[in-house]
């Protein structure tokens, strides 16, 4: 079993920046393809952005350009940076580990955008 966990999140002003950190255990970190979601209220999940154990990156349209996924094998974490941050972006951001066909879930952590 592969535990997932989120931290960083938390009110932020618009146009502001925030950090997203996500620790996942496991001697095999370097292989899980991680990512990032998010879940708006009343809208449905959405993937932000994703990371392969190679190091291949994708992005929400939206958020390129703005948001930044990156990995340290070395400390088994994914980061999620973002940048000029945008009211719509309000929603609980969720960290996934894949390893093969298996997916592993954080709690989430709350990013409210507001002034």
């Known amino acids: 079993q592969v535990q997932v966990v989120e931290s960083g999140g938390g009110m932020v002003q618009p146009g502001g920046s925030l950090r997203l950190s996500c620790a996942a255990s496991g001697s095999l970190f370097r292989l899980y393809v991680m990512a990032w979601y998010r879940q708006a209220p009343g809208k449905q999940r959405e993937l932000v952005a994703g990371v392969t154990s190679g190091g291949s990156r994708n992005y929400l349209h939206s958020v390129k350009g703005r948001f930044t996924i990156s990995r340290d094998n070395a400390k088994n974490t994914v980061y999620l940076q973002m940048n000029s941050l945008k009211p719509e972006a309000t929603a609980v951001y969720y960290c996934?580990?894949?390893?093969?066909?298996?997916?592993?879930w954080g709690q989430g952590t709350q990013v409210p955008v507001s002034s």
């Open positions: 996934t580990a894949t390893l093969g066909s298996q997916d592993y």
